[in-house]
């Protein structure tokens, strides 16, 4: 069979989920609230224009200039059923207590196969108004919100994976911070994968940040399953004006999960957007992280930090649009591939015409341990405006053979000295992070891969 | 016995001989200098002592209290004994001073049949070792070299010396950078480090170290052997004629 041949089938069978799904109202018997179509009423006029564009674009192939070194067909060619609802095995208390993070006081919001699980979830009291559980669920509560947000900033029209994303949506994470509230704890997201069968898992997270509020979030995958998933998740995220958000994801489901991951962000006047994207493991991984600072002195400051072994692949695409002045955008990937793994580091950064006074910096360091190990490095800096400062920079590299003789001649192995050097490396990305469980969490996570 | 026995050594890097036959024999608890004109292979020496796999040896061999120290890793070499001092010490961003020293120290201790240190009883050794040398012990928070001085750096070469105790300790321009009170400073901590079972080899261009650190032998390298050897009267020769006569001498012999 030649490649265009099995791509078609692959889209096919997305087709054919789709007719079945959106034919059929969700099962009566469902165990979770999943609430299929009939309340996501803000979005059901594209269900069915986001399928028919998904038909167009495809799943994108090696041809694919944007996916070159992402094999997503043929990690698709393994057979999914796309995930619709239905009935869910029950992860129990026990199993989804040990997905939490160890002394994190967070809001703990629990999504079985990218769907809300009310019974599991710890939200805890919340500042008035404001809002954390499913999107299902928000589309009969937050109608407004919905109507307002949702489809707005992640591009259906132009995204293939955002197109089947937003075909299916019916539910996944939802938070509203309503003007000026501070949620002081963080809302730790668990998603967890449980299934007997090979499972497309299509969650779809929406959160809006109003005016003058302060928020963080983490994001940690948690595979229960004993069968492959391939989740293709959607998130928009809108930051209000003067509004703080961090936003951490945290990739580690295991080499049989595979995970493209779209965020959209659309940054409000004089806010501050962070993000940092910590990868362990996955099938394939693709992370891509398009940020528009769309009015004046907005902040955006984006880390990755990957770590990939085996033959795990993981493309990290950011871009950031300066459509509007005197903002500033920070970024910093740094990765570690072994064994066969690679990686990918494309960040775009456009500075549009009237933006002036942009002062955005872009790095990306890798240190590539094998000879089986690749890196394709690709800032790009895109500039159209007269009066800003940028830099952008990639290098990829081995560890510094002086520095690992140093360390030897004070006695460290060489398994040893490779990991005090590369756990340092790291260290450059987990010390950005803000929440001291989760940065010990990742800290001790690092030093046993590394084996230090 | 003595500690080091090298015989006719010969070492390249990427096609270039280097060493082209050094000889040196050092004695348990003795200091020996060895000085010589840039470019004639003393960094090269102490690499190879040190285990540098950059350089390959070609001929020759090196006894190391009886073993045969050129089979041994570097770190072996490390936990038996052998330290260098670098010329130029490496910048570790990101690893700090203490993790380093720990886990040398906790290397050193586990390879010994003893207990790690408690957390108490390292830091009471770091703070008695920094004060020996006159490290700042700010420094101790900070990552290993990254950003110190010059003086600071060769220091800390020094501090790490007094910390793991070697056997034999080969200090590689250690004076070079450091103000006269800093070169004292190091000298005296050298010079207290002394015991009859710890061997010195140190390399310097100048004899002003040896006024403090008083050799036991001098060492003249040129050209990738050892061309003369003499007491400590021999540096004092060295400073006064420069280099030239030793050549020319080496020539006519
Ligand atoms: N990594 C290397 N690659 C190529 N040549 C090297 C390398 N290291 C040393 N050399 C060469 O070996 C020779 C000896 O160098 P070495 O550093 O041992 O001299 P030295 O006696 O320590 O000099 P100095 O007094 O300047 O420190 C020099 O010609 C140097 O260029
Ligand atoms: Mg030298």
């Not at chain 1, 996944?172 to 668990?190: A, D, M, N, R, S």
Request: overall charge negative.
């Amino acid at each position: 069979m030649s490649n265009s041949d099995k791509t078609t089938s692959l889209e096919a069978s997305f087709v054919d989920a789709f007719e079945a799904y959106a034919g059929k109202p969700p099962p009566a018997n469902a165990p979770m609230p999943v609430n299929g179509l009939a309340p996501l009423n803000a979005m059901q006029g594209f269900r069915r224009q986001a399928m028919e564009r998904f038909r167009e674009l495809g799943i994108p192939s090696r041809k694919n200039e944007a996916w070159k070194y992402t094999h997503i067909p043929e990690a698709l060619a393994r057979g999914f059923a796309v995930f619709t609802g239905g009935s869910i095995p029950d992860p129990g208390a026990a199993e989804t207590a040990q997905c939490a993070l160890a002394g994190l006081d967070a809001h703990i919001v629990v999504l079985v196969n990218g769907r809300f699980a009310s019974e599991h979830s710890l939200i805890g009291n919340l500042p008035e108004g404001v809002a954390i559980g499913g999107l299902g669920t928000a589309a009969s509560t937050h109608p407004d919100i919905l109507r307002n947000h949702f489809g707005r900033y992640a591009s259906w029209e132009e995204e293939s994976f955002t197109a089947l994303n937003t075909a299916f949506a019916s539910d996944g994470l939802f938070v509203y911070v309503p003007k000026g509230k501070v949620i002081e704890k963080p809302i730790h997201v668990i998603n967890l994968q449980k299934t007997n069968e090979r499972l497309f898992l299509q969650p779809r997270h929406l959160l809006v940040f109003e005016g003058n509020t302060q928020a963080k979030i983490i994001d940690t995958s948690c595979a229960l399953t004993g069968d492959a998933t391939f989740t293709n998740a959607v998130t928009e995220t809108f930051v209000g004006e003067r509004a703080m958000v961090e936003m951490y994801l945290v990739q580690d489901p295991g080499n049989d999960h595979a995970v493209v991951s779209t965020t959209h962000v659309y940054q409000d006047a004089a806010s501050t957007f962070t993000a940092a994207t910590v990868t362990f493991t996955g099938a394939v991984v693709r992370n891509n992280l398009n940020v528009l600072p769309n009015a004046p002195h907005c902040e955006t400051h984006l880390y990755g930090l990957f770590l990939p072994s085996g033959a795990t692949q993981v493309d990290n695409r950011t871009l950031v649009d300066h459509a509007q002045p005197d903002c500033v955008s920070n970024e910093l990937y740094k990765g570690v591939l072994n064994d066969r793994a690679s990686g990918v580091f494309n960040g775009k950064v456009f500075v549009r015409q009237d933006a002036q006074r942009i002062n955005a910096f872009q790095e990306n360091k890798t240190i590539v341990l094998t000879n089986e190990a690749t890196m394709n490095a690709k800032p790009e800096l895109e500039i159209y405006a007269d009066d800003v400062k940028c830099s952008h920079g990639a290098t990829t590299g081995q560890l510094d053979p002086e520095a690992l003789f140093y360390l030897r001649s004070r006695g460290m192995t060489k398994q040893q000295a490779q990991g005090m050097l590369l756990h340092a490396f790291a260290g450059d990305i987990l010390n950005r992070i803000s929440i001291e469980p989760l940065r010990r969490m990742l800290d001790e996570r690092v030093t046993r891969l590394f084996g230090e | 016995m003595a500690i080091l026995q090298i015989n006719n050594l010969h070492a390249r890097i990427e096609e270039q001989n280097i060493l082209k036959g050094v000889d040196l024999t050092v004695a348990a608890g003795e200091v020996h200098a060895i000085m010589g004109p840039n470019g004639s292979g003393k960094s090269t020496l102490a690499s190879v002592l040190a285990g540098r796999e950059e350089f390959e040896v070609t001929d020759g061999n090196v006894l190391y209290e009886g073993q045969d120290l050129l089979e041994m890793e570097p770190d072996e070499r490390a936990l038996e004994g052998v330290f260098l001092a670098f010329q130029y010490p490496v910048e570790l961003p990101g690893v700090s001073m203490n993790n380093f020293l720990r886990q040398a120290l906790n290397q050193q201790r586990e390879y010994r049949g003893e207990e790690p240190l408690s957390a108490g009883a390292f830091l009471k050794r770091m703070k008695q070792c920094a004060a020996f040398v006159d490290l700042d012990p700010q420094l101790m928070s900070r990552a290993v070299n990254d950003g110190f001085s010059g003086g600071e750096k060769k220091r800390n070469e020094i501090f790490q010396l007094a910390m793991l105790e070697p056997r034999l300790a080969i200090l590689d321009e250690t004076d070079s950078g450091l103000d006269i009170d800093a070169l004292r400073t190091v000298a005296d901590g050298v010079n207290a480090l002394r015991r009859n079972d710890r061997s010195f080899v140190v390399i310097t261009h100048y004899q002003r170290l040896l006024d403090y650190i008083i050799p036991d032998a001098v060492h003249v390298m040129v050209d990738g052997r050892i061309v003369r050897s003499g007491g400590k009267e021999l540096a004092l020769d060295l400073e006064e004629k420069g280099y030239d006569w030793i050549r020319e001498e080496t020539v006519a012999v």
